[in-house]
């Protein structure tokens, strides 16, 4: 995910603490572990016809 890539959330939060809201910091958190299977997940399948 680009935003675990290289640190890059962390290190444009730390970079940008000052303007970053709280409830943009708290979103990017919850983005962050919709991976986590306690949280659900959808899986999609598509069927293409030939």
């Given at each position: 995910m680009?935003?675990?890539?290289?640190h890059?959330?962390?290190?444009?939060?730390l970079a940008?603490?000052?303007?970053?809201?709280?409830?943009?910091?708290?979103?990017?958190?919850?983005?962050?572990?919709?991976?986590?299977?306690?949280?659900?997940?959808?899986?999609?399948?598509?069927?293409?016809?030939?």
């Amino acid at each position: 995910m680009i935003f675990e890539d290289n640190h890059n959330w962390d290190a444009f939060s730390l970079a940008n603490k000052d303007i970053l809201r709280d409830v943009e910091i708290k979103e990017v958190k919850k983005m962050m572990s919709c991976k986590d299977e306690n949280r659900g997940f959808f899986i999609q399948f598509y069927r293409y016809s030939q």
